[in-house]
């Protein structure tokens, strides 16, 4: 059955529907965001950029504050521990082109919580306070929060944090069902969202262990959030913003994407990802995306998804990678690495 309720707003921005592209460090740059975005996404999120202006001139960094071409609303995320510095971080940032800033206090990252960034600040209540003033005052456009459950599992304090937030001036708040000491182990739970739910009048999106229109209808209807995000059940299924979009209007699941549109899909992104990066880091950065990509393809068995990783892998150039998706669909999936391994051996691969 359909959600009946008007979509949520972040500010002046309607979503386009109840399913978002969560922030992923070194995962939703400019390509991967085009893309997500294309098949379906609501929203979707910059990769954390560091609040210190600083460090902005590394080649990483002009990066991932890259929004050229892409529409509107371009949401930033933000990280840090200093509330002047993040204040000063979301003024640039919006100065650039931004038109929602993201806090970010729900990454695990031990070299962020190092930083008393990320997931650590909710262990300093005060500091938290601050920092969201901070942002808020600084700029003229909606800053949202994304938070975790709390530090620990003796320290849940999800719900005090969002009457923070929402007490702040914060628009949409983002919780990921898991405290930072459990990173990504164990299940998510719901308990927590459905209870600042029932606590802000802010709209919540609910993330963690989303990986299928099912799991998502089911998380929407136990918490009441007002949409979901999706972090790494995107990773290499870009198809799922499209499917749980359509699951929560239709009450039906979409057909699986066939070979052809995977063969597209794989070989646009590669594309973007080369054009974007250049050839050198865009060859390595299509590698991980590659080997998700094969872990979501049901035609192929453990042995050979891992063979055609290594082949992948030991490529050097643009157009081996360009040859190996072009191949990977030309052939039986159970002889598929055998002629794949043919075709690109011209390009030097170590692993042929």
């Known amino acids: 059955m359909s959600d009946s309720r008007p979509l949520p707003s972040i500010g002046p921005y309607r979503l386009a529907n109840r399913v978002i592209l969560a922030p ?3 995962v939703t740059d400019r390509p991967f965001r085009s893309l997500c975005r294309q098949l379906g996404a609501g929203l979707v999120v910059g990769e954390m950029v560091t609040s210190d202006p600083n460090l902005w001139h590394t080649r990483k960094s002009r990066l991932r504050m890259d929004h050229r071409g892409e529409p509107g609303p371009r949401s930033v995320q933000i990280a840090g521990g200093d509330a002047d510095m993040l204040a000063l971080a979301a003024k640039l940032n919006a100065d650039q082109g931004a038109e929602i800033i993201d806090i970010n206090m729900g990454c695990p990252a031990k070299k962020v919580c190092n930083k008393a960034a990320g997931s650590a600040l909710l262990r300093d209540e005060p500091l938290v306070g601050e920092i969201l003033d901070a942002v808020v005052a600084a700029v ?5 929060l994304k938070i975790r459950t709390g530090w620990c599992a003796d320290s849940n304090n999800a719900v005090r944090i969002a009457r923070m937030a929402e ?3 914060i628009q949409a708040l983002a919780i990921h069902g898991r405290h930072r000491q459990q990173k990504y182990q164990g299940e998510a739970e719901y308990d927590t969202i459905a209870a600042v739910v029932s606590e802000v009048n802010i709209p919540v999106f609910a993330n963690g262990d989303i990986t299928t229109p099912e799991k998502a209808q089911s998380v929407l209807d136990y918490t009441g959030a007002d ?11 870009p198809w799922i913003f499209r499917e749980i979009e359509h699951f929560l209007r239709q009450g039906s699941r979409l057909p699986a994407p066939d070979a052809k549109e995977r063969q597209e899909v794989l070989g646009g992104h590669l594309d973007a990802l080369h054009a974007f990066y250049g050839e050198h880091m865009g060859v ?7 080997g998700w990509y094969l872990d979501g393809d049901s035609r192929f068995d453990d042995q050979t998804r891992r063979t055609l990783r290594a082949i992948f892998n030991g490529l050097e150039d643009t157009q081996g990678q360009r040859d190996f998706i072009d191949e990977l669909f030309r052939h039986d999936p159970a002889t598929a690495s055998v002629h794949v ?12």
């Open 24 to 26: 992923m460090a070194g």
């Open 140 to 144: 003229d456009i909606p800053v949202t």
């Open 341 to 352: 391994a043919k075709a690109v051996a011209q390009h030097g691969t170590r692993a042929a």
């Open 167 to 169: 007490d702040a001036g």
């Open 227 to 237: 949409a979901v995000m999706i972090g790494r059940g995107a990773q290499g299924n």
């Open 284 to 290: 390595r950065i299509a590698r991980k995306h590659l």
